[in-house]
């Protein structure tokens, strides 16, 4: 059974264009999140929802946009895709948001625009 | 200021030999918390171990052992026993305060275990 899981795991698509990336946990966590990896591996936080509220929004172009229907499924969805958004994007989730609170990551979706 | 530096960002280790990872954080929170991940070349991100900022011992998991001076602000990563499959990139990270919603990554440290 998988904890967390991302569609897709691949995503290539040209500038320009639209795109969403799903995330669903079967934890019962109430807290999830969106990171970017960028190419030297650098892991930077970009949104995290607590119970399908946004908590933490950094400075992210608003081309994203974070999507929560419900507390065990936070999307992100892009908008007129940039060559610089080509990237790993990684959905996690923790039980809340404690500090002792570990996060437990998907598998990650490498984004690649042309 | 960094809030998580990792220093070392590529080591080697002989199979079967320990090797230390190190960690360093900054805060000024006394409530936190420091974990590790290890991300293969697969890509996947995965949780290794944990070490609240009361607590009194050094956490272990299995081969993997957390150095936490609390006084120097380190939080080491010591892999005992290294074996092939340890090789892969190593994240330290931090999470402050009773909320805790912002958890802070370093670099990384890639370690190759030689056989």
């Known amino acids: 059974d998988t904890a967390v899981s991302q569609t897709p795991k691949y995503l290539v698509t040209q500038m320009g264009n639209d795109k969403s990336i799903k995330c669903e946990q079967n934890?019962?966590?109430?807290?999830m999140y969106w990171y970017k990896q960028d190419s030297k591996k650098f892991l930077k936080i970009m949104f995290s929802y607590n119970n399908k509220e946004l908590i933490i929004n950094e400075t992210v172009p608003n081309r994203f946009s974070p999507k929560s229907p419900d507390k065990a499924h936070l999307n992100l969805h892009i908008n007129s895709l940039e060559l610089g958004d080509s990237a790993v994007y990684f959905c996690a989730s923790s039980l809340a948001g404690g500090r002792t609170d570990t996060q437990y990551f998907g598998p990650g979706t490498r984004l690649t625009v042309l | 200021a960094q809030k998580i530096t990792q220093t070392q960002p590529g080591m080697f280790v002989q199979e079967k030999e320990a090797v230390t990872l190190d960690c360093t954080y900054d805060t000024s929170d006394p409530s936190y918390g420091l974990f590790w991940y290890k991300q293969p070349s697969s890509g996947e991100m995965i949780f290794l171990i944990y070490?609240?900022?009361?607590?009194?011992q050094n956490a272990t998991e299995g081969r993997y052992s957390l150095n936490f001076q609390k006084a120097r602000k380190s939080a080491n990563l010591v892999i005992s026993a290294s074996q092939l499959g340890d090789s892969a990139m190593y994240f330290c990270a931090m999470r402050e305060g009773n909320t805790g919603n912002q958890f802070y990554f370093g670099t990384g440290t890639s370690l190759t275990v030689i056989p």
């Open positions: 934890l019962g966590h109430d807290t």
């Open positions: 070490q609240g900022s009361y607590d009194q």
